[in-house]
């Protein structure tokens, strides 16, 4: 190809070998699907581990009065509690946002009559921190009015626990048609067999 003068220099253009043809990636970038297929599958499988259910509530036989040793690095930051009532009639008129919301939400799902009957009742959401990592315990003890003064108690377990967290307890279902409405609870962390925070409802004593 003739020489390209430019200024006093002169520079020769050599066409590419593949010049107006398709780029053969196979040979240039030598790539296999399949290598990262099988590790991109993997990887998928240990994050959905990672992400799987809370840990659920469970019954607590005969709950045992323990030692209070508050301390500042566990707290609770909020609690919000919701009564879902099968007596409820429909409102009319202008009506909260919040509470509609919070109804439809704990009702969605719900089509038949069982499982409405399911739905019923007494929800907490307790809202906490923990400073300091620790094996921790979340424990609702809670009094319903057909029981009168029996105190029936639940826990959530979490190893190794460090950072915000919510923890859920819902009364509902035939719990709650058969004892009645939770009339009086507390709520507590605890870690070590020792009571490190709690909250509880203003007729609880």
């Known amino acids: 190809m003739n020489p390209l003068p430019v200024g006093n220099l002169h520079y020769s253009i050599t066409p590419c070998p593949n010049a107006g043809g398709a780029i053969d990636t196979g040979t240039h970038f030598p790539f296999d699907a399949r290598v990262v297929r099988i590790p991109l599958a993997l990887l998928c499988l240990i994050l959905a581990s990672c992400a799987g259910a809370p840990p659920q509530p469970y019954q607590v036989e005969k709950p045992q009065p323990l030692p209070v040793a508050l ?12 009564f879902l009532d099968p007596k409820a009639k429909p409102i009319s ?5 919040a509470v ?18 399911q739905r019923f009742g007494n929800y907490f959401d307790f809202f906490w921190q923990a400073r300091r990592t620790a094996d921790v315990r979340v424990r609702l003890e809670y009094r319903q009015e057909n029981l009168h003064a029996f105190v029936q108690a639940r826990e959530v377990s979490y190893p ?12 509902i279902g035939d719990d ?10 507390r709520a ?3 870690v070590d067999g020792r ?3 709690t909250r509880r409802s203003y007729l609880w004593e």
């Open 71 to 82: 301390d500042k690095d566990y707290e609770f930051r909020k609690v919000l509690q919701y």
């Open 93 to 97: 008129g202008q009506v909260n946002a």
């Open 100 to 117: 509609s919301f919070e109804r439809g939400y704990r009702m969605y799902g719900a089509i038949t009559a069982l499982d409405q009957h």
């Open 160 to 171: 190794h626990a460090r950072g915000h967290y919510k923890t859920e307890f819902a009364i």
């Open 176 to 185: 709650f048609f058969d004892d009645g409405r939770v009339i009086s609870w």
């Open 188 to 190: 507590t962390l605890i």
């Open 195 to 197: 009571i490190v925070a």
